[in-house]
């Protein structure tokens, strides 16, 4: 390998991903056989594991936004305009003329500005969508005795979840997709994999390893 | 889910009920041994006068029963007011009572009702040993107003065979609690044979398998009848003129009150040690699951009935009856036109504890079919449950005119009955002068249909009906007409589906079209 790599995963960050993009996997599958969009384990089976799969990533969540905070990486997440039209451009014309990749990924800068942007969307807006309408489906038997019942329909709640469904699948989608467009199509996906992203010339900074986790 | 813990405690929680049914009913040795009393040597030449003997201990219990649904035939509904029992309520079965009294009442808890001046005072014609004869050798003659054969006589009337009297005298000096063959003489045979009526109730359980019914099988919890119809003074619980949608109280032996036949006065209110099941309860009736269909133990239950073709003679001359390869008649000139089903898929509505039973008096409005005891109830109705029902399919003749339906006086052998005349003109003059109902002389006949609750015939819990039987989009699912709720499986919006549908293959369409496009401006090797 070249000595031309940061180390830009630390190894709960690689954990917290790879965890949290299985059980929106299995969340996806088993969330649409509940829509019935398909049938492939069952109805029961299907929202078992739907259940199982929300409290799982709900713990998984609680000791991400613990690191977050403990570790500063919050701050990542924090959008900028700045530099986002030359991200653009570079999806929209850059990348066919192989013209280099306009943002550099640091260690204290691992999201491009697009990417800030589309974070921070997924966690102000679909995030909450799909976990407020998701809990308060899951907790439907409460709702009397909460006094919901008098506000909330359960076809509003439904509606709702499968709209914040909808909206993951396509983020995911094109999250997917994104991870080709590094320097070889496999490159973020290694990255995510070994926490060591290959940069295309000499870094500015300094060697990130010695950073401690 | 099988986990081993809900296992483990399902059979903790069968092995208190039967501890508890032990205690409650098998347990103790009777103080008193029948045989030995004197009263009960007989021989008695009549069943009034077994009644006589029985009284001369039990002295207050004839009075019981006379109070009871089962010798009155009347009971006024606790939730409309009204008068219903067979002397009152219509059905699209044989219809009413009135009539034909000596073939109906062979079912009466008691002696001699012939006539509509049958009195229903006098305490010896209670019948005790109908319900508590232990031989299983006692039984009411079809035609004899509720008695049992005192002489020897030919049953059916040709065939050369000769039924002897049951003993009487050995009979009442062994009589014990009602079993179920003494429940099930009359009401598996509602309706006029085997099956019927209810379609959860046969003679299939006499001796049920586990599966077709976990309570009174042998070899699950061996219950009976008047285990769950539990009698307080002779008086039986359990009604479906009023049939509880919803038990909100949970296990009744802690009221020591034993009045209601519900799941839940044995079971509780959360009895699947699952929440999301238990979650169910609320608007879901426990039968509706746990009987995923009737009629299953093998004797086809009547589903159509339709009286508008009877009458019909062969080529013979002789009035026409076609069997199928069941031995079911499928055409009777007596009654008509019949369908049966086995292992039939219930029809699910919504039901608050409200039945709108039509009397035969009662105006009918014969522009639509009549619903002969619709049941109300709604989503949103908090008394609401969605209950099982055997939907009977009928039509039957009535008054267009007065617009009511009317007495048909079938059994008989007199020159009116419809049965022995095939004559309907004569056969509805003759049954609505003997009731005294108003009649215009013309009549017609209506498509009719008539509610059962399915409640009998609980299956194992492992062949209790699926989630995805309901939570479905198939048109078949079982809930597919109950529109009134959003059932997740099944209901959707459009809208946001296509929305979605959009984003997702846009999203798939963007990569992939942007992908192509990198692959073909792509001149030169990236990698290194």
């Known amino acids: 390998m070249s000595e031309n790599r940061i180390y830009i995963y630390k190894r709960y960050e690689r954990f917290w991903h790879w965890s949290q993009a299985a059980l929106i996997i299995v969340m996806m599958i088993t969330g649409f056989e509940i829509h019935g969009s398909y049938t492939l384990m069952g109805f029961r089976d299907a929202v078992n594991l739907h259940t199982l799969a929300a409290w799982a990533l ?47 990924k640091t260690v204290v800068q691992k999201h491009n500005p697009l990417q800030r942007l589309a974070y921070l969307a997924l966690l102000a807006f679909i995030s909450p969508l799909i976990w407020g309408s998701g809990l308060l489906y899951l907790f439907y038997a409460q709702w009397p005795g909460l006094g919901l019942d008098k506000y909330l329909t359960l076809e509003g709640v439904a509606i709702a979840h499968t709209l914040g469904a909808f909206l993951i699948t396509a983020f995911f989608f094109i999250h997917v997709y994104l ?4 320097h070889t199509v496999f490159a973020h996906i290694k990255a995510m994999i070994t926490g060591w992203e290959e940069v295309d010339e000499a870094p500015v900074a300094a060697p990130a390893a010695s950073r401690k986790r | 889910m099988g986990t081993p813990y809900s296992s483990r405690a399902a059979s903790l929680f069968a092995g208190l009920v039967l501890a508890t049914f032990s205690l409650l009913a098998g347990a103790n040795t009777p103080t008193v041994d029948h045989a030995e009393l004197k009263a009960l040597q007989g021989p008695f030449a009549t069943g009034p006068d077994v009644t006589e003997a029985c009284l001369s201990c039990h002295n207050k219990a004839a009075h019981q029963v006379m109070d009871s649904i089962h010798w009155q035939w009347e009971a006024i509904s606790p939730t409309t007011g009204k008068k219903l029992g067979k002397q009152h309520a219509a059905n699209n079965f044989c219809g009413s009572v009135l009539s034909n009294e000596p073939r109906c009442t062979s079912c009466h808890a008691g002696y001699g009702w012939t006539d509509r001046n049958y009195d229903f005072t006098k305490q010896e014609n209670v019948d005790c040993l109908a319900c508590h004869d232990t031989t299983g050798t006692y039984k009411k003659v079809p035609t004899d107003a509720g008695h049992p054969l005192y002489e020897p006589r030919e049953m059916p ?14 009979i009442a000096q062994n009589v014990g609690r009602p079993g179920r063959q003494n429940c099930g003489a009359c009401h598996f045979n509602g309706g006029g044979g085997d099956a019927v009526k209810h379609g959860d109730l046969d003679t299939s359980l006499i001796k049920p398998s586990r599966e077709l019914d976990v309570h009174m099988a042998q070899d699950g919890a061996n219950m009976v009848c008047a285990d769950c119809h539990t009698f307080n003074d002779h008086k039986p619980s359990g009604s479906r003129y009023a049939a509880i949608s919803k038990d909100t109280d949970g296990k009744d032996m802690r009221f020591g009150a034993h009045t209601r036949a519900t799941c839940e006065s044995c079971h509780d209110l959360a009895p699947h040690g699952n929440e999301r099941l238990d ?50 008649l499928t055409y009777s000139a007596e009654k008509g036109d019949f369908e049966y089903g086995e292992n039939v898929r219930p029809t699910y509505k919504w039901y608050n504890g ?20 619709r049941v109300e109830g709604s989503a949103t109705d908090p008394n609401a449950r969605i209950w099982p029902f055997k939907v009977m399919v009928g039509k039957q003749p009535y008054d267009p005119v007065n617009k009511t339906l009317v007495v048909n006086h079938v059994y008989g052998a007199d020159d009116t009955s419809f049965w022995s005349n095939f004559d309907y003109e004569k056969s509805i003059k003759a049954g609505m002068e003997y009731a005294g109902f108003p009649y215009s002389g013309q009549f017609d006949f209506i498509e009719t249909r008539m509610n059962w609750f399915i409640t009998h015939m609980v299956a194992p819990k492992e062949k209790a009906v699926r989630c995805n039987e309901c939570h479905t989009r198939a048109d078949d699912g079982r809930l597919a007409e109950i529109t009134d709720i959003y059932l997740p499986g099944r209901d959707r919006n459009p809208w946001v589906d296509l929305f979605g549908g959009v984003a997702i293959v846009g999203a798939i369409g963007a990569g992939a079209l942007h992908g192509i496009a990198r692959i073909l401006t792509h001149r030169k090797g990236k990698g290194k």
């Open chain 1, 58 to 104: 709900l713990v998984l969540w609680a000791f991400t936004i613990f690191w977050q905070f403990t570790t500063g990486e919050w701050r990542q997440y924090l959008p900028s305009m700045r530099n986002v039209s030359a991200m653009v451009l570079y999806y929209t014309v850059g990348i066919f003329k192989d013209v280099p990749h306009p943002f550099r």
């Open chain 1, 179 to 182: 991870t080709t467009t590094g």
């Open chain 2, 157 to 170: 009337k040709g065939s050369g065979k000769i039924v002897q009297p049951p003993d009487l005298a050995k």
């Open chain 2, 279 to 328: 979650n169910h309860v609320d608007k879901i009736a426990c039968q509706t699951c746990h009987i995923p269909e009737f009629a299953r133990g093998g004797i086809g239950t009547k589903t159509l009935w339709d009286w508008s073709t009877a009458g019909k003679r062969g080529p013979d001359g002789k009035p026409l009856f076609i069997k199928d390869e069941h031995g079911h």
């Open chain 2, 354 to 373: 409200v039945v709108h039973q039509i009397a035969i008096t009662d105006k009918i409005d014969d522009s639509r079919i009549l619903e002969l005891n």
